[in-house]
């Protein structure tokens, strides 16, 4: 299968560099947006999930330190009532969230890492197309001409710990075409819950297994910018 150029490296800016302004900012988004256009309010949820270190095609997913993590943005299933049917998935940018519709009036939802910039982001409605295990990450020309050291993988990276797609990759396809966004895992989990991505939309790597395990190709995915 020919290699597909991918939008999302590891971070191209230095917002991770300042978790305390960070923190202020994604509470001062979430508090400003605690409504967004055709999304529902959210009751909060428990935490249940293991972010411990994961063995996966015989490479190691390393564990993810939740000592000083917003316990909102770990994986946890909460009230819905949208009018999304159940399998879909919803990603909220505003707050930094992904959820998967449940039937019962419930979802799971994830902390996720979204575009530097509002225009970076995929906007609307895809379905995954394409599910890849530890995914191959090739880099897009635009990526390539603002960071020179990425055209040593213009013929693609290979799927491992050191990849930043990380061990899974959902990949978005509109009308039948690839759109070059993806859903995927990250190398650098303090991003999660910040803009920093060249537009892809990333998890926590055990998140992204979760996730992975949880939806076929075909899933309906729609992207909400406020």
Not at 62 to 77: F, H, K, N, Y
Not at 136 to 145: I, L, S, V
């Amino acid at each position: 299968m020919p290699q597909r150029p991918d939008r999302d490296p590891v971070a191209l800016t230095s917002d991770a560099a300042n978790p305390s302004s960070k923190a202020q900012s994604r509470l001062a988004t979430i508090s400003r947006r605690a409504f967004v256009v055709g999304l529902p309010l959210l009751a909060a949820g428990c935490v249940t999930a293991d972010y411990g270190s994961v063995t996966d095609n015989g490479f190691t997913v390393a564990p993810v330190d939740t000592t000083s993590l917003d316990p909102s943005l770990m994986r946890q299933e909460v009230a819905w009532n949208g009018k999304e049917k159940p399998g879909s998935i919803i990603v909220n940018i505003p707050q930094r969230r992904l959820y998967l519709v449940e039937a019962g009036g419930k979802a799971m939802r994830y902390g996720v890492g979204v575009g530097r910039a509002e225009a970076l982001n995929f906007k609307g409605s895809a379905i995954i197309g394409r599910k890849e295990k530890w995914p191959r990450w090739t880099p897009t020309p635009t990526m390539m001409a603002a960071i020179p050291m990425y055209r040593s993988y213009a013929g693609g990276m290979a799927g491992g710990p050191n990849n930043p797609l990380g061990p899974r990759a959902l990949y978005l396809y509109r009308d039948g075409h690839d759109t070059y966004f993806r859903l995927h895992g990250t190398t650098e989990p303090q991003t999660i819950g910040t803009a920093v991505s060249s537009g892809c939309i990333r998890l926590f790597n055990q998140d992204i297994i979760d996730l992975y395990n949880r939806v076929p190709v075909g899933t309906h995915v729609t992207v909400v910018q406020s």
